[in-house]
């Protein structure tokens, strides 16, 4: 084999999941392929989430000899802390009419979150270039927000562009300036994304009570 194709189905494994046994976990975080007798799945661990989605289904009733397989989601950084977008809405009215944005990171061994504001390259009323920050070698992203000044919260072509790499969640705040900001939030796995049909109440109010600070 290739030492470069070595070295990719290393870091980027296919297992086949046991038919009579029970699949082990991950021993370290990163990404890998489950082949099941109900389809091809994603496996993504990370310090905060693990996370498995089926890519896709057999086109023919071939017998696959192997177990199955079934989405999962764990959440093991627990609830963010709603002030955090409080905070973030502060932010994002103090830079209104144009964009900014801020990184929620999780602490894998104090458990603590916080808010780490982007450095801005360049941003406008529709537009936001930033650098990444870098994180201690315990911080992970957990969600990657940014605003969107007067216009409502949504996910562009561009957004999902940025994100097909990352595994985080997206957290867009819109309508920065109103009593009430829309938001918008997806769960972001390698290129999957799935929205977040109810943003939790706590952080609508959080944001509002900033407004009325």
């Known amino acids: ?29 990163g990404e890998r392929l489950l082949i099941a007798s109900n ?9 905060w989430l693990r996370v498995v989605r089926q890519l896709g289904v057999f086109s023919h009733p071939t017998a696959i000899p192997y177990g199955e397989a079934a989405e999962a989601t764990q959440l093991h950084c627990g609830r963010v802390p709603s002030e ?32 780490i504001p982007l450095g801005i390259i360049e941003h406008s009323a529709g537009h936001l270039k930033y650098e990444r920050p870098a994180l201690a070698d315990d911080d992970v992203l957990v969600v990657d927000c940014h605003s969107h000044g007067s216009h409502p919260a949504f996910f562009s072509p561009t957004d999902d562009a940025d994100d097909c790499h990352d595994v985080k969640f997206a957290f867009v705040l819109g309508n920065c300036a109103a009593y009430t900001p829309s938001m918008a939030l997806r769960l972001c796995a390698k290129g999957i994304f799935e929205t977040v049909e109810r943003v939790p109440g706590d952080w609508y109010a959080a944001a509002r009570e900033e407004v009325l600070a």
């Open 84 to 115: 955090l977008i409080g905070e973030f809405a502060t932010m994002a009215r103090a830079a209104y009419p144009k964009e900014t944005g801020a990184w929620i990171v999780w602490n894998a061994v104090t458990g603590i979150f916080r808010l």
């Open 39 to 47: 389809g091809v799945f994603l496996e993504i661990a990370r310090p």
């Open 1 to 29: 084999m290739h030492p470069a194709d070595n070295a990719l189905q290393q870091s980027f494994p296919s297992v086949m999941v046991p038919r009579f046994g029970q699949l082990d976990a991950m021993v370290k975080h």
